[in-house]
């Protein structure tokens, strides 16, 4: 069989959606890799930064993760210096996580990278199909699905 020859497989939704994902991780860890972040790291500092100095536990449910996990990603991003624990002003039994000066410089340099990473992996797509794809994406696992 030719390597060109497709496959029953190569149509599947699940092996045509899994083979996206790994090229657009493939992209965005290229493109973020420069500002010391991954994809995982960026998608934490946008969630920090949307929620305005929320809670560890506020920024893992918004993202679906356990606390553990959290913990780990807050910690690899203090140690960066691109985010630090502060008592809530408001609660001082809590602790927020805020954006450095440099997290929002690397969430700045991140998003524009990964936004270019985005741009290449939609290349063979119409602006029309980007806007349909993302679209149909979100029917199926956007808020709400998760």
Do not use: C, W
Not at 95 to 122: F, P, Y
């Amino acid at each position: 069989m030719d390597e060109r020859t497709p496959l029953e497989v190569h149509d599947r939704l699940g092996y045509l959606v899994k083979h996206a994902f790994v090229l657009m991780e493939e992209l965005n860890d290229r493109a973020l890799a420069p500002f010391d972040l991954t994809g995982r790291e960026l998608a934490l500092l946008m969630t920090l930064a949307d929620l305005g100095s929320p809670s560890q536990q506020e920024a893992a449910e918004a993202l679906h993760i356990d606390r553990t996990t959290m913990v780990a990603y807050v910690d690899l991003l203090e140690s960066k210096g691109f985010v630090e624990r502060r008592p809530d002003p408001s609660d001082r039994r809590r602790n927020v996580v805020e954006l450095t000066d440099l997290g929002r410089r690397a969430l700045r340099k991140g998003r524009q990278a990964s936004d270019a990473a985005e741009q290449e992996l939609l290349a063979p797509l119409s602006e029309v199909d980007r806007r349909r794809l993302r679209q149909a994406l979100s029917a199926i696992a956007g808020p709400g699905r998760a």
